[in-house]
């Protein structure tokens, strides 16, 4: 099982933002969503969007919304 992780991270690193799907399709719509509604302040300020791969749920944030 593959299991797609977005995670949006403010400057300090803190996890601002996490979405997890087993759907490669929902997290690729979720990235880019995550892209596009940072501003160019937050853009600046070092504000980041990250998707990566993990195998289980036991390695998914916590605090992520959880999609199957």
Not at 22 to 41: G, K, M, R, V
Not at 62 to 67: E, G
Request: a negative charge.
């Amino acid at each position: 099982m593959v299991i797609w992780v977005n995670e949006q991270r403010d400057p300090s690193g803190i996890l601002y933002a996490c979405i997890a799907s087993c759907s490669e399709e929902h997290a690729q719509a979720c990235h880019q969503s995550f892209q596009e509604n940072l501003t160019e302040d937050q853009k600046t300020a070092g504000w980041t969007v990250q998707m990566h791969q993990v195998k289980t749920w036991d390695e998914v944030p916590a605090s992520a919304l959880k999609l199957d």
